[in-house]
């Protein structure tokens, strides 16, 4: 019977797809996208510790992902940096949640190409 319960709970889990705790997306297709049409690394620098060419100009600062230093709660959910903060914040820019209006809205990327940002930004934290 318990064994039975766990069974259920497992099969439940994996269709919700709560089951899993990293991000789903590709952190070497991220990079890729980071480094090329996504342009992050202007603004959060090559090693995504906020220092790229135009943070200079920026107040505030871009996050640092190296550092691991996340600002905003975009889901309310009382934390920040999560993969669904993450995710909103490029799919609809950070002023929509109180953050930087030069983070821009980014509906050009793909739901893939956004999990695949968000796992490489995570594989930054040093």
């Known amino acids: 019977m318990k064994k ?5 709970l ?20 991220g990079k890729a996208i980071y480094d090329g049409k996504g342009a992050c690394g202007s603004c959060h620098g090559a ?13 505030p600062k871009p996050a640092s992902f190296a550092a691991g230093i996340f600002r905003l709660d975009t889901d309310g959910d009382g934390k920040t ?17 109180g953050g930087n209006v030069a983070m821009p809205a ?14 490489y930004i995570h594989s930054l934290k040093k």
């Open 4 to 8: 039975q319960r766990i069974l259920v």
């Open 10 to 29: 497992s099969v439940f889990t994996t269709i919700l797809g709560l089951s899993g705790i990293a991000s789903a997306g590709d952190a070497a297709a």
């Open 47 to 59: 090693t995504g510790a906020g220092d790229g060419a135009a943070a200079a100009a920026l107040n």
């Open 81 to 97: 940096g999560t993969d669904a903060d993450l995710a909103n914040a490029i799919k609809n820019g950070g002023a929509k949640y």
């Open 106 to 119: 980014r509906a050009d990327l793909t739901e893939d190409e956004v999990a695949s940002l968000v796992a």
